[in-house]
Nanobody
Framework: QVHIVESGGGSVQPGGSLTLSCRAS????????MSWYRQAPGKERELVAA???????HYANSVKGRFTISRDNAKATVYLQMNSLKPEDTAVYYC???????????WGRGTQVTVSS
């Protein structure tokens, strides 16, 4: 049975940092493109960052230079290191797995990130 579980969300002040984790099970996640998406209230879900099986990373322009995506295939876990957080980063963050860059096969339930003073 496929499971994708996000963790690490919380509340932080502007300028602070958080690290999100995404643990996958029930499939060979090491061969999948793993992605982080986010959805703010009243807005569409948007891609934040993605990483290929080989480690190539892609970032949304809004987070370049502040967020870093990485993966530990031995632990079937993907991370999103978020630095210099801004109030506009407030959203529910979702982890997704896809067999290709353009495909999203599995989704987690999300973790809330709130950036506020």
């Amino acid at each position: 049975q496929v499971h994708i579980v996000e963790s690490g969300g919380g509340s932080v002040q502007p300028g602070g940092s958080l690290t999100l984790s995404c643990r996958a099970s029930g499939f060979t996640s090491s061969t999948y493109v793993m992605s982080w998406y986010r959805q703010a209230p009243g807005k569409e879900r948007e891609l934040v960052a993605a990483i290929s099986a080989g480690g190539s990373a892609h970032y949304a322009n809004s987070v370049k230079g502040r967020f870093t995506i990485s993966r530990d295939n031995a632990k079937a876990t993907v991370y999103l290191q978020m630095n210099s957080l801004k109030p506009e980063d407030t959203a529910v963050y979702y982890c997704s797995a896809g067999s290709d860059w353009a495909i999203r096969d599995f989704w987690g339930r999300g973790t809330q990130v709130t950036v506020s003073s």
